[in-house]
């Protein structure tokens, strides 16, 4: 996922993380407590992310969210979000999660608009 936040300039900050869901479904994903990212949104909370597929013109397809991002340290809150990532992104597991979880800060998204495409549903022409 793409994940934009505001430079302290007003500069879209763009990068790229593994994201999961929250128990009630909002997009969450867990970042060190040291990154820009978690500085930008500390000082300016609107995000946008964008998730998109497709290896041709006539099958991308995406999802943009646009909202507010809340910053949680609980340690529930991470370990949730860390287990749904993990579940999504069958990777090498974090030798020790509590102590990984222990500098890094869960961001969830609250939406407020969302937008998507899928060019599979165009007509060709």
């Known amino acids: 996922m793409v994940v934009a936040t505001l430079s302290y300039d007003g500069a879209a900050h763009l990068t790229v993380v593994w994201y999961g869901f929250t128990p ?3 997009i969450g994903f ?3 407590s040291s990154s820009q990212k978690v500085r930008n949104l500390a000082r300016d909370p609107r995000i946008s992310v964008l998730v998109d ?3 041709d013109h ?3 397809r995406g999802v943009q969210v ?3 991002a809340n910053l949680d340290d609980t ?14 992104y069958p990777a ?3 030798a020790d999660v509590d102590a990984s979880m222990r500098r890094r800060l869960a961001v969830i998204i609250e939406p407020h608009r969302v937008v ?5 549903k165009l007509r060709s022409t």
């Open 24 to 26: 009630e479904g909002h």
């Open 75 to 88: 340690p529930e809150t991470k370990l949730v979000i860390h287990r749904s990532v993990a579940a999504r």
């Open 30 to 32: 867990t970042v060190p």
């Open 58 to 60: 006539g099958s991308l």
């Open 92 to 94: 090498k597991p974090t």
């Open 66 to 68: 646009v909202g507010l």
């Open 116 to 120: 998507s495409w899928d060019h599979r």
């Open 53 to 55: 597929s497709g290896d």
